[in-house]
């Protein structure tokens, strides 16, 4: 199923020798499963400084451990199950709107009614959701998450499987040189980042060279619309909508070749929770809430292998294809996309509809990013002025800070700043954590264009001051910083622009900002171009606005421009101000 | 022309070592400065005039020896209350580029003497027409011609009412034809009685003004007298050679 990063022990030998390590020592340290794998699916660069994150999660694991009771308990007491998903997988979780929707929703409101308690779904990123399980930032995860050995053997559990599902191929319409999945071999082939659709290309052969790793499903269905690769290998299900929604173009070939199975998580030390679930699991699989969501989200009766088999269907993913009750989804999946008007097209209407949603998500980005702006300008000018301070200390304290934030990926502080911190109870929401790893991260880069800007005031200046008799903080404060800051205008404006789209990274702790609204309509609609159309546009009315204002001041500021003491002076700065 | 109104002593050096790592660049300087006596600096370049009177208020710190102002050492401690008293006038100007002549002047008496600024504002305007720029008392730096704008420096040492005033070569900078506006400014300030130092390349303004001159070599005080004794009869042959180069070039 989707997001598979180590179904099969075979993969493993195509993974990086630092990926290998990585999970050696984490199985040694017993870490949480799937985090580790799953981190480099976001980025594959990131995968180099994993072992670093893992470090520190697992001091995280270690410290927080104790402090972890059976949730169970906690739940009733509070009254609300927290779930974490990443909805952009329809038809299993998908936002319409600002609604979460799809089959694992159904079904995971049907079992928090089952446990008697009402169900808070915690919308984050593919990279966050495990993360977010780690943390305690929630009980369970219901993301279509396969069920496998390797990470039974990490330590995650697993409910009963509640979804049987399997890969499938896409080719274009009529291009019958793809029959099989052994005709795949010498093709292009586009897959989801580290899904098990990869991992059976790599298994049966398929040079590395061949494989089209996208982020998220729709970019590889884009990719053989475009005749960039040759066909697409991913979920079923997934394959299906997709289809049906937007990619009259393509077509399954046959039904499914590899059986998996999908299910519910949850921390390895809670098994009373487990048991919770799984019994209401069993109930709403009996009582027709399930019946009723198969049929809304998979277009067909549920399976009744599911059902017949209540106590049997103990997923191992090794069920050969051909016993699976697949049918009738493929059958659908023939005469799919109707209604679809194709990945390409400008769907106008969707662009209305997404209009509010992409408009709250811009406030989102821009709250955020003035946020920082406010903190980043104040903490960076505190490091620079420590970095050229006579003080040793300090000037040394800043230095590490400043090369500490400028050498490892923002998306790892605003990890540590979400997930790392609770560990010693400092637990802060969505918005507060991004402003802090976003200001923290900002005020880095920001206290560098600080310091060369003092530094490339004239020494003349602050002997004038001082020789007044002005102490430093005054003659910093009324002589150099003035000057400071109008020079500094035009890098402070590229990094205030940069911020703001960089602030995209922070979807990855539930912050549902402009980017990610983008990225949750191209998902559910399987338009990406409308979407990001629409996403660009807001982006472009945000920065253009900044730019001006600071082209405003930097004229207003103007006479400044020419401190040039000595050369004899020609009123250049009409001139100046004009050009 | 000696000022008469020569009184009680106001600075006294004894015996300054400046060294910037290896490179002895004052060698054991000593000199009293009375009030009201206006001392020129000669010397060829690179002979101390600059570390010198950089030394007096402490921009650069002294190696060895001490330098009392009304018989208190200047140390590090007290420097800020002391350099009130000492207006230093640099050869580059560095007026401050974003305040205007009137801000540049009146900002140090606001911020560091706490004097309110609608006072601050009519001194300034005073101070400035004492240097003949009241009318551009609005313009900022930028817009000032270089000789104007060495005399708006001036005008803002002046602005904190110093007891003694440096001058750090401060016509070197300025194109020929600017020159004699900032000595004009200075010569008047001469004839007010103030207490000046002023390191300097013009023997003309030296000769006319200074009540002393003291001739720098190689970080040591190597001839000292009236200016008509030192300029017209030195008794040192490196300062008859320094002499000779000096008036040949003009």
Same mark, same amino acid.
């Given at each position: ?79 609300? =199950? ?43 990123? $593919? ?84 494989? =089209? ?134 769907? $106008? ?128 404060? $009324? ?77 207003? $500021? ?22 | ?116 600024? +609608? ?15 009241? +009318? ?115």
């Amino acid at each position: 199923m989707k997001k598979e990063a180590f179904t099969y022990p075979t993969s493993l030998g195509l993974q990086s020798h630092g990926a290998m390590r990585l999970q050696q020592f984490a199985r040694r340290m017993g870490a949480c499963p799937g985090l580790l794998p799953r981190l480099p699916r976001t980025v594959e660069a990131v995968r180099p400084i994993s072992l670093l994150l893992s470090a520190v999660i697992l001091f995280v694991l270690l410290t927080s451990r104790a402090a972890a009771q059976s949730s169970l308990e906690q739940i009733k007491a509070r009254g609300e =199950l927290v779930i974490a998903t990443d909805p952009t997988y329809p038809p299993f979780e998908f936002k319409v709107g600002d609604k979460l929707q799809g089959f694992d929703i159904d079904i995971g409101d049907a079992i928090g009614k089952q446990m008697g308690v009402r169900v808070r779904w915690l919308p984050l990123e $593919w990279a966050g959701v495990l993360p977010a399980l780690d943390a305690h930032k929630c009980d369970l995860v219901i993301s279509g998450v396969t069920i496998t050995d390797e990470r039974k053997k990490k330590g995650l559990t697993f409910s009963r499987t509640y979804f049987l599902s399997g890969q499938a191929i896409v080719r274009r319409k009529g291009d019958t040189r793809i029959k099989s999945l052994q005709d795949l071999k010498d093709k292009m082939v586009s897959v989801q980042m580290e899904t098990t659709g990869q991992f059976a290309l790599e298994k049966i052969g398929v040079p590395r060279s061949h494989i =089209l790793k996208f982020d998220t499903l729709q970019e590889g269905l884009l990719d053989v619309r475009n005749s960039k690769s040759d066909a697409c290998v991913a979920d079923l299900p997934a394959l299906h909508e997709n289809l049906r929604q937007s990619y009259s173009e393509l077509e399954l070939v046959g039904g499914a070749f590899k059986q998996e199975n999908l299910g519910i998580v949850a921390r390895h030390d809670e098994p009373n929770l487990l048991n919770a679930v799984n019994l209401a699991l069993e109930q709403v699989m009996v009582n027709g809430d399930y019946a009723k969501a198969y049929a809304t989200w998979i277009h067909e009766p549920a399976d009744t292998a599911l059902f017949a088999g209540l106590d049997k269907v103990k997923g191992d993913g090794t069920t050969p294809a051909d016993k699976l009750p697949h049918g009738a989804v493929v059958a659908v999946a023939e005469n799919a996309a109707d209604q679809a008007t194709g990945a390409f097209a400008i769907k $106008w209407s969707l662009l209305r509809e997404a209009m509010p949603s992409l408009l709250r998500g811009a406030r989102v980005t821009l709250l955020l990013t003035i946020f920082t702006l406010i903190f980043g300008v104040v903490a960076g000018l505190v490091v620079a002025l420590c970095r050229i301070s006579p003080f040793a200390p300090l000037k040394y304290l800043a230095t590490v800070y400043v090369e500490l934030v400028r050498g490892t990926p923002l998306l790892m502080q605003i990890y540590v700043i979400y997930f790392v911190l609770p560990a010693i109870h400092i637990s802060v929401d969505s918005f507060v954590a991004g402003v802090m790893a976003l200001s923290f991260n900002a005020a880095a880069y920001i206290s560098e264009i600080f310091r060369a800007g003092i530094e490339s005031i004239d020494t003349g200046q602050m002997e004038a001051a001082r020789s007044l008799g002005m102490d430093y903080p005054a003659a910093m404060r $009324w002589i150099i910083l003035p000057q400071t800051l109008r020079r500094v205008l035009p890098p402070l404006t590229n990094e205030a622009v940069a911020l703001l789209k960089d602030s995209s990274l922070v979807s990855v702790v539930a912050l549902t900002e402009l980017m990610r609204v983008g990225k949750e309509y191209a998902t559910t609609y399987g338009s990406p171009t409308t979407a990001y159309l629409g996403v660009a546009v807001l982006y472009l009315a945000m920065t253009l606005p900044l730019t001006y204002v600071v082209r405003v001041l930097e004229k207003a $500021w103007q006479p400044i421009s020419r401190p040039r003491a000595g050369a004899p002076a020609i009123p250049v700065v009409k001139e100046a101000a004009q050009a | 022309m000696t000022p008469s109104a020569v009184g009680a002593p106001i600075l006294a050096i004894q015996d300054i070592h400046k060294a910037f790592g290896k490179l002895q660049v004052l060698k054991g300087i000593s000199l009293d400065v009375k009030e009201g006596e206006v001392i020129a600096l000669i010397g060829a370049s690179g002979s101390g005039k600059s570390t010198l009177l950089r030394c007096i208020n402490r921009l650069e710190a002294p190696t060895a020896g001490v330098v009392r102002f009304r018989n208190e050492e200047i140390t590090a401690a007290n420097l800020n209350q002391m350099r009130r008293e000492i207006g230093m006038v640099f050869q580059r100007f560095n007026l401050f580029p974003h305040l205007t002549a009137l801000e540049n002047v009146t900002l140090a008496p606001r911020k560091v003497l706490g004097v309110h600024p +609608a006072q601050a504002e009519k001194q300034g305007r005073e101070i400035l027409d004492q240097v003949k720029l009241a +009318a551009k008392a609005d313009c900022y730096p930028g817009e000032l011609s270089g000789g104007q704008q060495q005399r708006v420096a001036i005008a803002r040492a002046l602005a904190l009412q110093p007891a003694l005033m440096l001058f750090d070569e401060p016509t070197s900078a300025l194109d020929p034809e600017l020159v004699g506006e900032v000595l004009e400014v200075m010569r008047e300030l001469a004839q007010q009685g103030r207490t000046m130092l002023v390191a300097t390349h013009e023997m003309g303004f030296a000769r006319e003004v200074a009540s002393r001159v003291l001739f720098l070599d190689s970080g040591t005080i190597l001839e000292e007298g009236p200016p008509e004794q030192v300029l017209e009869n030195p008794k040192q042959d490196r300062t008859r050679e320094f002499l000779a180069r000096v008036l040949n070039r003009a």
